[in-house]
């Protein structure tokens, strides 16, 4: 992904850049960046090991290892406002057209870690299979991140309150 947006950039309204996947219960981002204090807490407290530190300092969330199992820990070891519980996750993931399977090479791995059974594939003419994300399955865990062997598994946030499930 790009750089986080620092805050002089929110602040201009030049964001361009795509959001980063902050921690479970992670405010909007310019609130977060008002309110996180890069106390590194919450990574303290992530039992994954999952949560990192982007160029600026503040926590961000990386699937290359491991999974997130929405255990909370880390809302929880947050004191500052910037991770609070009744904010759901929103994230979603999907196949980037690096994908094997959508350029002829045989890969089921993503589905094969997928717990939840929220991929499928469907066969396209010329032996290609496009990875189809169900959203509403999906819990954007990204368990299926780690296990692709090109890195192909991207993620999205879903529009509205409504779509994010508390998890
Ligand atoms: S919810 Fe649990 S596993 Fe997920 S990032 Fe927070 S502490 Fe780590
Ligand atoms: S694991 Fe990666 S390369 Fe393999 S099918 Fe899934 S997204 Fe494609
Ligand atoms: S993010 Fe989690 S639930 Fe969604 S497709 Fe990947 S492994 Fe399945």
């Known amino acids: 992904m790009n750089a986080t947006p620092s805050r002089r950039a929110l602040l201009r309204g030049k964001i361009h850049e795509i959001p980063r996947q902050r921690p479970l219960g992670a405010a909007d981002e310019m609130a977060f960046h008002d309110d996180c204090t890069q106390c590194g807490e919450c990574?303290?407290?992530?039992?994954?090991?999952?949560i990192l530190r982007d160029k600026e300092g503040y926590p961000v969330v990386s699937f290359s290892q491991s999974a997130c199992t929405f255990c909370a820990a880390c809302t929880d070891a947050c004191d500052s406002g910037a991770l609070a519980p009744d904010r759901a996750w929103p994230w979603r993931a999907k196949a980037a057209s690096t994908c094997l399977s959508m350029n002829g090479?045989?890969?089921?791995?993503?589905?094969d870690h997928c717990d939840l059974?929220?991929?499928?594939f469907r066969l396209q003419p010329g032996g290609n299979a496009m990875p189809l994300f169900d959203k509403d399955t999906c819990t954007g865990c990204g368990g299926c991140a780690a296990p692709c062997p090109v890195d192909a598994i991207d993620f999205f946030q879903i529009q509205s309150e409504t779509e994010a499930r508390p998890c």
Do not use: D
């Open 117 to 120: 059974q929220a991929i499928r």
């Open 105 to 111: 090479v045989q890969c089921r791995a993503c589905q």
């Open 43 to 50: 990574a303290r407290a992530c039992p994954e090991g999952i």
